[in-house]
């Protein structure tokens, strides 16, 4: 990473400022700079924060030392010290006033003195220039000023072109379409790229390849309709298999649900009628867990793990031991008589849930670890 000093005047980096909204970002010094990117959070000061920034400079007090990137020639993209910049850039663009000597002033108002400290104030910035993988360690070493960034915005700093764009055009708004989709069934929130990175993980872990994978291939692709594609496949997935709507859906896992279980078959109205029984059963500790185990019951022999369902106690096994003297019932019926350690057993319902068995002492029995396993729900 080569990084070299500058000292850059205030009014240079006012020139072509604008704030092109959207999604677009914030540009300035004559266009060359981008000083809010596209990939990050429109966060900036509060007023107060703001108003202390030029009363700062106003007091020709140092501000600490930003950083900028080198994108190519005559491009560069703020990499810290965005906030102290943008506060600067909109008291220029009378955005706001600022109290001075008892009198609320905007910048037109402004002595001419107080005026010239202002434009001619120069900022300390480090020119920085690396390869992508530098840039995004570097910018987690000094980002350490406002707002942390996530992982999914630091991954941003790397792929950032007209793919990402589209992508976060779709996934990156609290109005976005992704969230006015999905919102009944996936959290996360849109400002902080939380539906962008669910969205980037599962079509990769579908793949079988990295986030950061996945986003190099496709960064400088135009748009992002591979993206945006697979997660209405998705939803439209769950609305198929699951047309009656639960709160407890919302929060699922459901690319990692679609990813595992979409080619195979499903009757919606049977699963619906047996989700109405299964929220209702108190042997099932994980109601969350009642969707992949529809999913699953089918396909996986374990699905029940799914339930997390109510287990016997340890005090009830221990009884049952005692009243059992160490013998497994079935190793009886066979002709074996021997005695288990405690270790050696586990506690077995004799009616199955499956079968409506409860998990109550009278439908406990101790079984050697051989036997509990190969029972199964039989």
Known sequence: MKIKLHQIPVKDIFKGYKDRGDDRGVVGYDNKLDIRPPYQRNYVYDL???RSVINTILNNYPLNIMYWVINGNDSYEV????????????????????????????????PDDLYNVLINYKFMIYWC?????????????????GEELTNQELRNITYVGPWLSDAKRHFSKRSCVAKKLSDKYITGDPNRQELLEKALKWISDKQGISINEYMAINCSKNDAN???????????????????YHKQMKGLHWGDLYNK?????????????????????????????????????????NAKKF??????????KNKKYKEQNGICPI?????????WNLSEMEGDHIIPWSKGGKTEYSNLEMLCKKHNESKGNM
């Open 48 to 50: 107060d924060q703001a």
């Open 79 to 110: 990499l810290d010290g965005q906030q102290r910049t943008l506060s600067v850039m909109q008291f220029l663009d009378h955005k706001f006033s600022i109290e001075w000597d008892g009198q609320n002033m905007y910048v037109d108002s402004l």
């Open 129 to 145: 220039e690396g390869s992508d993988s530098e840039k995004l360690s570097w910018f987690k070493t000094v980002n350490i000023a």
């Open 226 to 244: 591979e993206l945006w594609q697979y997660w209405q496949d998705v939803i439209n997935w769950v609305k198929k298999i699951f047309p009656n």
């Open 261 to 301: 279980y979409n080619k195979n078959k499903y009757n919606s109205s049977e699963i619906n009628n047996d989700i109405d029984k299964l929220i209702q059963d108190d042997e099932i500790k994980s109601i969350k867990g009642i969707w992949q185990y529809e999913l699953a019951k089918s396909y996986e022999p």
């Open 307 to 316: 339930l997390n369902l109510r287990t016997f106690s340890i005090a009830a």
């Open 331 to 339: 190793c009886k019926s066979e002709g074996l008589n021997k005695k």
